[in-house]
């Protein structure tokens, strides 16, 4: 609209309705489709519902069952440009019919979305671009990036993070998806400081931002004086799992010095946060005015595509380049390199960072609101389209409301509203829906919660 807001085209999908009525029983799969169910790995929705519908098709913020019901999807940071994209669809199609193919050579494609990329960059010195697949992967290249350059093995990170499930990226995570890491066999090389939380952790006030931040000069110091000092320092500019928690003012630019400081490098993992979903910048270190060495990108980047990417100095990938080759064989392929493209460009035209802060800071109002009529809430975390709301059983004790939370979510669930409680703090439903959410359907949630909160009180 005028404001550049952005509107959900209804008319495109006449289908495509929400009921904001709670049904009985969500879905019941067919015996067929629950025979299949059980012949493949089940999947994470059965960790939060016992029967999760399956969808067919999916349109802007909606998803569609089998079944034929609309769902508001609130969980999908993945397709931040919402679900079948018509741009998207005819330019990855394109290209199909020319050329996709492993990495081996440099595609037009790669070229293309490696400078799109470059020119987000949040400083002139980040000017080298390496395609992966997922968030996994580029956290793994991104930790073998920092060893290289720096000749060291030791890696500092942030209690309650999470940074994927390969072998690396799950060292450095300590987020309960299950991993043994987390169960206390972390391998040597790692070394945790608290998650930089104001409403939990050990520090709250005007300084917790200095606070938290010199728990990592202290770390680094330890490394530099015991050991061969920090490659790097490794964190999400908003913690996901912990719940969509800001840091404190000040902590990522003061750990990014620390770490520097003893000659090791800051790695912004923006996995989950990056690409415009914080609504005040591009990237969610910029949002502290913090600028990494090593930027790791996938999800929103290809738009469900398996492109990713890692974003760093040309001397950093030189120095791997030094110790061999770096091979991914269809990292950056070219219709994946193109998904990347279209999403930027999608980003740009749709003015959906824009869209992130503007429909972000009416559904934190409204959030906020919910807060002081619902005694549950705790706490709203988060900012543009990434948020959290803190369900606790009192708020002097904070005492996490974590059945509540799950309960919660699925009588959402039976409304049509796909909201899940994040997997760390499992007392906090994150949301976090494609940047073209509206204003309206930020008012669909709220209004759903709300009745749902007092249903539940
Ligand atoms: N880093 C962060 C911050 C994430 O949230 C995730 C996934 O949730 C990953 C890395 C791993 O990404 P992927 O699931 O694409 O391997």
Redesign the pocket.
């Known amino acids: 609209d005028a404001d550049g807001e952005y509107e959900t085209d209804g008319s495109a999908d006449p289908s495509v309705l929400l009921g904001t009525r709670p049904v009985a029983d969500p879905v019941l799969a067919s015996r067929e489709q629950q025979q299949r169910r059980d012949r493949v790995m089940a999947s994470s929705a059965e960790r939060y519902y016992d029967d999760p519908p399956q969808f067919e098709r999916g349109w802007d913020t909606r998803l569609v069952s089998t079944t034929g019901r609309a769902y508001l999807d609130m969980v999908n940071n993945v397709t931040a440009i919402g679900h079948s994209h018509p741009r998207l669809a005819d330019a990855v199609g394109r290209q199909l019919h020319v050329l996709n193919t492993n990495s081996r050579f440099l595609y037009e494609a790669f070229a293309d979305v490696s400078e799109k990329l470059l020119a987000h960059a949040p400083d002139p010195s980040l000017d080298a671009v390496i395609p992966v697949n997922?968030?996994?992967?580029?956290?793994e290249l991104a930790l073998r990036l920092a060893r290289a350059a720096t000749g060291r093995r030791d890696v500092i990170a942030v209690d309650e993070?999470?940074?994927?499930?390969?072998t690396g990226?799950d060292a450095v995570s300590t987020s309960a998806f299950d991993n043994p890491h987390a169960r206390g066999s972390r391998p040597d090389w790692v070394h945790l400081v608290d998650a930089p939380n104001a409403y939990r952790g050990p520090f709250g006030g005007e300084d917790a931002g200095a606070r938290y931040a010199a728990q990592v000069r202290e770390v680094a110091a330890r490394l530099s004086a015991e050991r061969e000092g920090p490659a790097a320092f490794i964190c999400?500019p908003v913690l996901?799992?912990a719940g969509g928690v800001v840091p404190p003012a000040g902590f990522l630019a003061a750990a990014y010095a620390a770490v520097r400081a003893h000659g090791g490098l800051a790695i912004a993992?923006?996995?989950?946060?990056g690409y415009g979903r914080l609504g005040a910048a591009f990237w969610g270190a910029s949002t502290q005015g913090a600028v990494p060495d090593i930027i790791?990108v996938?999800?929103a980047a290809g738009n469900a595509f398996p492109f990713?990417a890692v974003i760093t100095r040309r001397e950093i990938v030189d120095a791997l380049a030094r110790e061999g080759m770096f091979f991914s064989s269809a990292a950056g392929a070219p219709a994946s390199a193109v998904a990347g493209a279209v999403v930027l460009d999608v980003i740009r035209d749709e003015g959906l960072q824009r869209n992130a802060a503007r429909v972000g800071e009416h559904l934190f109002d409204l959030l906020e609101g919910l807060r002081r009529r619902h005694p549950l809430i705790g706490a709203v975390h988060g900012m543009g389209l990434y948020q959290g709301v803190e369900l606790v059983r009192d708020r002097d004790t904070k005492e996490p409301a974590t059945e509540e939370a799950a309960e919660i979510s699925r009588r959402l669930l039976a409304r049509g509203i796909i909201v899940q409680p994040a997997s760390e703090r499992q007392n906090v439903l994150k949301v976090k829906p494609p940047l073209t959410f509206s204003r309206e359907d930020a008012e669909t949630f709220v209004e759903a919660l709300d009745i749902v909160l007092k249903e539940y009180a």
């Open positions: 997922s968030g996994s992967e580029a956290v993070g999470y940074h994927g499930w390969t990226a999400e996901g799992n993992d923006e996995v989950q946060v790791t996938a999800k990713g």
